[in-house]
């Protein structure tokens, strides 16, 4: 037929025998195994990432264990395929600086994460307080050093800086979780430190310790009913009592920096039957070379110079002063036998 279509006459010509080449090769690009394997592994990886992002959702929402640490970060680390937010990277990237005491470089990535908010971890009152942590550490260091500058700046300023820089922070995670027992117990250790270094007690500073010490004790109570010693009615924990479970340790260890603090106020106050009760609840949880010192200084008070001496003999290797207040009663009670022993008989 004259308007016939005519295949051998096609696949003759110039422009049918390039559309013959163009099928095989479409062909056999199709059938590759190579094509195939790549193809496969691009819907693999969608999927992969899906199902990554859908846990990290999960996990945000509450359902994963997300816990709120007091003096490093206790997290329920996620594999690494399921950290895919900038804002996580960055804080993991603070808190392993923090724990080479890099801390000057560890604010930085503070900073970044704070800048960050492509997810919901860490939570801002956690980043809060270890951001405070950070500046708590720096302004230790410079209260400690004993030049009086540092790259010609006065370190009376430096450490002034460092001070209300981690109070700041804390105050901060205070604001946005009042049962965050890390913060609550470091702000109101940075505060005593702080007056012991002014060798004075400011009123206003040692009522807010008294407030926040208070606060730690009253989560206590909420959340370790069965340390409520004489009540026959035991009340539940109530529902953020769950992060102090997944943290009992550290929270354990929060609660005895409290007695510490509780003994060391009332000593202060001259009230050393209360400082003594206190610091014998604090050696239930774990003893130290600070709470023997302690223990030397309330019972040297109240003339138990016995009792002061077993218990500064335990720290008079590793600190200064339990060895010079040994060496001083060693001294007072062989004066004091040598008069009994010269003094008449009656």
């Known amino acids: 037929m004259a308007d016939g279509f005519n295949l051998e006459e096609f696949v003759g010509s110039p422009r049918g025998i390039l559309y013959v080449v163009l099928l095989a090769v479409a062909i056999t690009i199709l059938t590759s195994p190579s094509l195939y394997t790549f193809l496969l592994g691009k819907v693999s990886e969608g999927f992969h990432v899906i199902v ?4 990290s959702v999960v996990r945000a929402c509450g359902f994963g264990k997300i816990d709120n640490g007091t003096y490093t970060v206790n997290l329920e680390t996620p594999s690494a395929t399921t950290i895919t937010t900038e804002r996580f990277k960055a804080f993991n990237k603070a808190i392993e600086l923090s724990a080479q005491k890099n801390y000057k470089n560890a604010i930085v990535w503070f900073e970044t994460t704070n800048q960050t908010t492509d997810g919901p971890l860490p939570s801002n009152d956690l980043l809060h307080t270890e ?11 410079s209260i400690d050093l004993k030049n009086p500058g540092i790259d010609g700046i006065d370190m009376d300023s430096k450490y002034k800086q460092h001070l209300e820089k981690a109070t700041g922070h ?34 206003n500073s040692t009522e807010y310790v008294k407030k926040l010490l208070d606060m730690l004790i009253d989560i206590r109570r909420e959340c370790e009913p069965h340390r409520q010693v004489g009540k026959k ?5 109530p529902p953020y009592c769950k992060d102090i479970k997944e943290n009992k340790d550290e929270f354990s260890e929060a609660i005895r920096k409290v007695f510490v603090m509780k003994a060391e106020l009332y000593f202060n106050e001259e009230k050393l039957l209360e400082a003594e009760a206190f610091l014998k609840q604090s050696a239930k949880i774990r003893s130290s070379n600070e709470l023997y010192e302690k223990f030397g200084l ?7 110079y016995k009792l ?3 218990y500064y003999s335990k720290c008079k290797k590793d600190i200064p002063f339990c060895s ?16 009994t022993l010269d003094s008449p008989s009656e």
């Open 52 to 55: 990554s992002t859908t846990i």
């Open 131 to 141: 951001w405070g942590n950070a500046y708590y550490h720096l302004y230790k260091e």
């Open 170 to 203: 804390y105050s901060r995670a205070i604001k946005i979780n009042d049962k965050s027992f890390g913060a609550l117990v470091n702000l109101a250790e940075i505060h005593m430190r702080h007056n012991r270094h002014l060798e004075q007690h400011d009123q």
């Open 233 to 237: 009615i035991k009340l539940d924990p």
């Open 298 to 304: 309330v019972y040297e008070k109240l003339n138990k």
């Open 308 to 310: 002061a001496y077993t």
């Open 324 to 339: 010079e207040r040994c060496a001083f009663l060693d001294k007072v009670g062989k004066t004091a036998i040598k008069k």
